[in-house]
């Protein structure tokens, strides 16, 4: 069964740092892109950050570029969010996606399998 | 700025209606890139269409997805309880956006 759980979540001030993480299982991980996707109270989903599969390609949405980084650990089949200078409209869940089935030169995934989310609160 | 126009915002319709849901992006879909999901209250969003037509794993038939370029439909024909949800377009031709959404509500 393919599964992504997320972890990390929490309540942090503004201005301050947060990791989250994304352990993944049922699946060959090392094959698969993977994307952040975040969803702030009551409202819809943002792209946050994608992944290529060996990790060489990175890509960022415009409200987190400079500040998020993406990262995985392909041996521990894992993906990671490195947030920093958090402020208070980074308030969301944050969810972890795997791609479909990929077409040549497909620029971006779609996304197949998520993650139940991790929740981030900043706030003083 | 590649945008996703979803409408109607809300559809309020009755158990067994047939349901049509529009995305309309600003520019073209590169390949008819694009995707819809579902998502339920309290839960993540979950794949039903991709590349515009292609029926997700698992997903009933009674979702039929259709269009290319600029417009995009989503049709539920004949609406289950569990069916009522939120429903968001995405598409995945450059970097990823969404739509904003259409809610599905019981009339």
């Known amino acids: 069964d393919e599964r992504l759980v997320e972890s990390g979540g929490g309540v942090v001030q503004p201005g301050t740092s947060l990791r989250l993480s994304c352990a993944a299982s049922g699946f060959s991980f090392r094959r698969h892109s993977m994307t952040w996707v975040r969803q702030a109270p009551g409202k819809g989903l943002e792209w946050v950050a994608n992944?290529?599969?060996?990790?060489?390609?990175?890509d960022y949405g415009d409200s987190v570029k400079g500040r998020f980084t993406i990262s995985r650990d392909n041996g521990r089949s894992a993906l990671y969010l490195q947030m920093n200078s958090l402020r208070g409209d980074d308030t969301a869940i944050y969810f972890c996606?795997?791609?479909?089935?990929?077409?040549?030169?497909?620029?971006?995934?779609?996304?197949?399998?998520w993650g139940k989310g991790a929740t981030v609160t900043v706030s003083s | 700025e590649f945008v996703l126009t979803q409408s109607p915002g809300t559809l309020s319709l009755s158990p067994g209606e047939r349901a049509t849901l529009s995305c309309r992006a600003s520019q073209t879909v590169t390949n008819n890139y694009l995707a819809w999901y579902q998502q339920r209250r309290g839960q993540p969003p979950r794949l039903l269409i991709y590349?515009?037509?292609n029926r997700a794993t698992g997903v009933p038939d009674r979702f039929s997805g259709r269009g290319s370029g600029t417009d995009f439909t989503l049709s539920i024909s004949g609406l289950e309880p569990e069916d009522f949800a939120l429903y968001y377009c995405?598409?995945?031709?450059?970097?990823?956006?969404f739509g904003g959404g259409t809610k599905v509500e019981i009339k």
């Open positions: 995405q598409q995945y031709g450059g970097p990823i956006t």
């Open positions: 992944i290529n599969e060996n990790g060489s390609n990175k």
């Open positions: 996606a795997r791609d479909g089935a990929r077409e040549p030169f497909q620029p971006f995934p779609f996304l197949a399998v």
């Open positions: 590349r515009a037509s």
